[in-house]
């Protein structure tokens, strides 16, 4: 299937949607472009020594501070 017919059938089938439809298609198709990327970001953001130091145990008293907003399992 050549690139134009491709993309015929994707208009075809995105004009059949319902509107409600329309945001899921742009969640999927955002993450199809920039998964990859997404993830080399938060893994190097999870990395770096700051965020490895808020996770530390010095630093549970936040989890006392906030408890009544934290969700409960």
Known sequence: M???????QFDSIIGALPEGKFKSVID???????G???????EMQT??????????PDHDIYKELFQDELPRN
Request: charged content about 30%; hydrophobic content about 30%; aromatic content about 20%.
């Open 28 to 34: 999927f198709t955002s993450y199809l472009k920039f």
């Open 2 to 8: 050549q690139l134009t017919e491709t993309k015929q």
């Open 36 to 42: 990859d990327e997404d993830r080399e970001l938060f």
């Open 47 to 56: 990395s770096l020594e700051a965020y490895q130091e808020w996770l530390s």
